[in-house]
């Protein structure tokens, strides 16, 4: 399987952007979608999570800014990115996670720059 990462680009602060993540095919047992980022020197950070039946979770630094979702018969999900934010700049990651067999699945990032 996998994962095309696609939507980054360049945008202005308080800008928006969408990302989205496509599986090459169906993907079964799917415990959670992801959103990583990391930028340069730092450490990769989850951003935002989407479990199968729908709760999601934010890193505190997104939350009321970014919003995940899914198109769970597409194996397809989305990350909408509102008031952007310079900090916000990084190279986006998309992953998704199976409990039986347990495995992560990633996609090649995409690249968020976001200038002030």
């Known amino acids: 399987v996998q994962l095309q990462a696609s939507g980054g680009g360049l945008v202005q602060a308080g800008g928006s952007l969408r990302l989205s993540c496509v599986a090459s095919r169906n993907i079964t047992n799917i415990n959670t979608m992801d959103w990583y980022r990391q930028s340069p020197g730092n450490q990769r950070e989850l951003v935002a999570t989407i479990g199968i039946s729908g709760s999601t979770n934010y890193a505190d630094s997104v939350k009321g800014r970014f919003a995940i979702s899914r198109d769970g018969a597409a194996n397809t999900n989305y990350l909408q990115m509102n008031s952007l934010k310079p900090e916000d700049t990084a190279v986006y990651y998309c992953?998704?996670?199976?409990?039986?067999?347990?495995?992560?699945?990633w996609g090649q990032g995409t690249q968020v720059t976001v200038s002030s």
């Open positions: 992953s998704v996670t199976t409990w039986e067999p347990p495995r992560i699945y």
